[in-house]
């Protein structure tokens, strides 16, 4: 059972420059996050899905979008690069709804992007 | 807007103290739920208290939730070299909703 997955562990991107960075869990969930997070800032929402077909802003949405491809997976992308998206990214899956109000949110191990 | 504020900021201990840590919610919530980060890993479900719960414990884990006050304490009772991490808070108020996260309680043990 390999949890929630993250793809790159780490990438280095020219200013400019787009990629995409996946996640795929295998639990079943209906809900997954995107988070970032930098020192001294904890880490702040960029985009959730509550369930599959849906998709929500979190607190700092701008320069990404999201695509909530199936069930199991949850894309985040950068389309043009900035240096302020120098950050650790990290996604997270939750088995949400009614008579999920108390179930925990699974982390992947995070990926370390560097906008030069 | 933050649904969990841990404070201190940072905390050093010697293994075998007491580490206490506390966490402020803005808004009325559910549950509150408290998560360990190690250095460079993501984070991990420790504790869930609901709304109606006062005090819960979990091994050498002691969480306490004051609705009135919006606050939430957790102790870490004789601490280890191991217990060096992060801590955060997050409340929850719907069971569809967000979770979202305050700055963290980053806590250092010193054998």
């Known amino acids: 059972n390999a949890g929630v997955t993250q793809t790159p562990k780490f990438q280095v991107l020219k200013t400019g420059q787009s990629m995409t960075l996946q996640c795929a869990q295998d639990?079943?969930?209906?809900?997954m996050y995107w988070y970032r997070q930098d020192p001294g800032m904890g880490l702040r929402l960029i985009y959730y899905?509550?369930?599959?077909?849906?998709?929500d802003k979190g607190e700092v949405p701008n320069g990404y979008n999201v695509s909530r491809l199936n069930k199991r997976e949850f894309s985040l992308r950068l389309e043009s690069a900035a240096p302020s998206q120098t950050s650790v990214y990290f996604c997270a899956s939750r088995l949400a709804g009614t008579g999920n109000m108390n179930t925990e949110a699974f982390f992947g191990q995070g990926t370390r992007l560097t906008v030069v | 807007s933050q649904q969990g504020e841990e404070d201190p900021q940072a905390l050093s201990i010697q293994e075998g103290e007491n580490a206490t840590m506390n966490c402020s919610y803005k808004?009325?919530?559910?549950?509150l739920q408290w998560y360990r980060q190690n250095s460079g890993r993501g984070l991990v479900h420790l504790i869930l208290i609901r709304s109606n719960e006062r005090e819960k414990h979990s091994g050498r884990l002691r969480v306490t939730l004051d609705t009135s006050k919006k606050s939430s304490s957790l102790l870490i009772t004789a601490s280890r070299a191991a217990d060096t991490a992060s801590y955060f808070c997050?409340?929850?108020?719907?069971?569809?909703?967000?979770?979202?996260f305050g700055a963290g309680t980053q806590v250092v043990v010193t054998p």
């Open positions: 997050a409340g929850r108020s719907d069971s569809w909703g967000k979770l979202q």
């Open positions: 899905s509550a369930s599959e077909g849906t998709t």
């Open positions: 639990m079943n969930h209906n809900s």
């Open positions: 808004t009325s919530i559910n549950n």
